[in-house]
């Protein structure tokens, strides 16, 4: 045992163990994250919740058409607040109530409204200069007036029925 340093060839098993398990302890957390995050439906917020109708459509300067029926409303938060109201009403008053609603906007299109099975849309904005501007200022026309732009899509269901989608959100 002449000429062997005396200490040497010993690992120190407490130090290596503890060393190692940080971030094999990090790794392991962040995979239970992403497993968890691609898991759930709304991995940036909550999900939506529901609303009282007339809460979503003032939200984007609008009220109640008449004759709507069948209405769901939501609304999702986290960055940013969106509202999405779905009703049915009477196909001949949909142009008069976006007509009487945004009465300084441009007109609904009938072209370009992204899904083929839509057979109209509107869409503002509510900052002035802007080539879609509605011509009304968040929070002036109603308190719980807030959203930033408003998406009106209608889709005709016969010759009586048209089915609404607007979102009112911020961004």
Not at 85 to 101: E, K, N
Not at 138 to 163: I, K, M, Q, S
């Amino acid at each position: 045992m002449v000429g062997v340093p005396v200490g040497r060839g010993r690992t120190r098993w407490g130090l290596f163990a503890a060393i190692t398990a940080v971030p094999v302890l990090l790794v392991t957390g962040l995979v239970v994250l992403v497993a968890v995050w691609s898991r759930s439906d709304y991995p940036l917020g909550g999900a939506p919740e529901q609303v009282p109708c007339a809460e979503a459509l003032a939200f984007g300067g609008a009220k109640p058409p008449a004759g709507a029926h069948g209405a769901h409303c939501t609304v999702q938060v986290w960055l940013d607040t969106d509202y999405v109201a779905r009703f049915r009403m009477p196909r001949d008053g949909v142009r008069d109530w976006l007509a009487a609603t945004y009465p300084d906007a441009p007109g609904p299109e009938t072209e370009f409204c992204g899904q083929d099975s839509v057979d109209l849309c509107l869409d503002l904005g509510f900052t002035e200069g802007n080539g879609d501007y509605a011509g009304q200022v968040p929070g002036e026309a109603d308190p719980g007036f807030g959203a930033n732009a408003v998406r009106v899509e209608v889709t005709y269901e016969g010759p009586d029925t048209a089915l609404v989608r607007f979102s009112a959100f911020t961004v």
